[in-house]
């Protein structure tokens, strides 16, 4: 869909919103029938004015919208901007036979590109990533009355409102009330609250020298453990655990058969007898 200079930017709103309502609250409110004919053009003709027209009309749609997300902490603008990318795929698959207006096709396409901004950039770790997470997430919002937790009774009337299991509104609820902390204490702290700072208790122990001691050791004893356990078996059972666990191109059953002339399910013994071997050998 092609978008005059004006059109991308008022589409892109700055710094300053109050100028931008400003400028959607501009442009004039189509009628019913000036938006069945816009959109019968550029549904029926491929009209990119016509586009444009039926976007800019309903600029201000999209602002009243952000509106009723500005309890998240995001930006305004940023949350109209993405209300505005819906705007368009609303329009773009607005079919002007269905008999409904515009703003009542677009609402699902502006609140989808909402919602997908907050649940992106709400919180680092992602609280809601289901459909019925989604639909909880911002539901539950909407259904607190108040900013304690709720109680059972509040708890229970919410999960029947909207058709869950009380302790998915318990988990979605702590969700909502956790919050992000930085790794590194700020330039701010003093002494004595920049311990409390993850940084200093979230230690990466991978690379400690003793941790890689410890573990080279009893990667050495095992190996060491293994081979002596393999040497005590006989030479058909030591060579069926080497191809069918050890070796990178694990043999099958039915190829060890075939190699040595018997069938498969007596082979498949033959590695549980040898196994229960190796576990007596290794374990004495």
Do not use: C
């Amino acid at each position: 869909m092609g978008t005059s200079l004006q059109t991308v930017e008022v589409l892109a709103p700055g710094q300053n919103l109050n100028a931008y309502m400003q400028a959607v609250n501009s442009f004039s409110v189509l009628t019913a029938e000036e938006e069945k004919q816009l959109a019968e053009d550029l549904y029926y003709r491929e009209d990119l004015e016509a586009a444009r027209r039926l976007v800019m009309s309903h600029l201000r749609f999209v602002v009243h919208i952000a509106r009723s997300y500005a309890g998240y902490g995001l930006s305004q603008g940023d949350l109209i901007q993405e209300g505005n990318v819906g705007l368009m795929k609303a329009v773009k698959r607005f079919n002007p036979e269905k008999g409904v207006r515009l703003v009542s096709f677009a609402v699902h396409w502006v609140k989808a590109e909402m919602h997908e901004f907050i649940l992106r950039n709400w919180r680092i770790v992602k609280v809601a990533t289901t459909k019925a997470q989604r639909k909880l997430f911002f539901n539950l919002r909407g259904q607190k009355k108040r900013l304690g937790w709720l109680n059972n009774v509040e708890a229970e009337a919410v999960a029947a409102d909207l058709n869950v299991d009380v302790k998915n509104v318990r988990e979605m609820e702590s969700r909502l009330s956790a919050y992000d902390a930085s790794f590194d204490a700020g330039a701010d702290e003093d002494d004595d609250t920049a311990f409390q700072a993850p940084a200093n208790y979230l230690e990466d122990r991978r690379y400690d020298p003793s941790t890689m001691l410890e573990k080279a050791d009893w990667t050495e004893n095992s190996l060491a453990g293994l081979e002596g356990a393999m040497a005590q078996l006989d030479d058909r059972s030591r060579d069926i655990l080497q191809q069918r666990w050890l070796n990178d191109g694990k043999a099958t059953l039915h190829d060890l058969a075939d190699k040595y002339g018997v069938s498969a399910e007596r082979i498949r013994q033959l590695e549980k007898n040898a196994m229960k071997k190796m576990r007596v050998f290794m374990e004495a």
